[in-house]
């Protein structure tokens, strides 16, 4: 364990259902991430958020919509995805400076 | 944005060779980092080196900031050191790092 949890670690689901990736970091980090890594392509950053605020969002499609509640967790809410949606999402956490970037086991996702 | 490039995209070693893995990047960087994504996908930090150089029992990472590139050493390979490289930067603007693609190393008994 790296002191960020992800789960679950897969997930099968439907194009018509909602489910949820959580995160939880123990490291006292004030920034999370979520990235998407799709097969043969490089890590993709989805969101940012830094002290509990939003700080980016890079275009991602509204049926991913995260969630921070407070430093220590970060959800990722899915509803109506697509089969191109599969891949792993893995969750980060960091000092706001960038420092001590720290990545979760990720959950690999698989759209049917 | 920043691109960021690794090479070479492939590696194949066998156990006891030496390998120098390369990411040039093109714009100044706060931060550079270099990460290994074992066959299960996790993601471990391997060194912090925004410039200079850092050794940690095999391996060992150089970045000079000043012409934008950054090597890793890896001495010895063992069988467990197979897996994706990745490259990260992060931009002067904030604190999202930005990957390269990665290189694969395998590494044969």
């Known amino acids: 364990e790296t002191g960020v949890t992800q789960t679950p670690r897969h997930l099968v689901m439907g194009m018509t259902n909602k489910k949820s990736l959580k995160c939880e970091q123990h490291l006292g980090h004030n920034a999370m991430y979520w990235y998407k890594q799709s097969a043969k392509k490089p890590l993709e950053l989805m969101f940012v958020?830094?002290?509990?605020?939003?700080?980016e969002n890079n275009s991602v499609p509204s049926r991913f919509s995260p969630e921070c509640p407070n430093s220590s967790h970060l959800f990722l809410h899915l509803h109506t995805l697509q089969p191109e949606d599969s891949a792993l999402y893995l969750c980060a956490s960091s000092q706001e400076t960038g420092y001590g970037y720290t990545f979760g086991s990720g959950t690999r996702l698989t759209v049917v | 944005g920043i691109q960021v490039e690794q090479s070479p995209p492939d590696l194949i070693l066998q156990e006891g060779a030496n390998s120098t893995l390369r990411c040039n990047f093109s714009?100044?960087?706060?931060?550079l980092q270099w990460f290994h994504q074992n066959p299960w996908g996790q993601l471990i930090n391997l060194f912090y080196?925004?410039?200079g150089t850092k050794q940690n029992g095999r391996l060992s990472a150089t970045t000079v900031a000043t012409e934008r590139y950054s090597l890793l050493y890896i001495s010895s390979s063992q069988t467990t050191d197979s897996g994706v490289y990745f490259c990260a930067v992060e931009e002067t603007s904030g604190s999202r790092l930005t990957f390269g693609e990665g290189t694969q190393l395998t590494v044969n008994p």
């Open positions: 714009d100044s960087v706060n931060n």
């Open positions: 958020y830094s002290l509990e605020e939003r700080v």
């Open positions: 080196i925004p410039s």
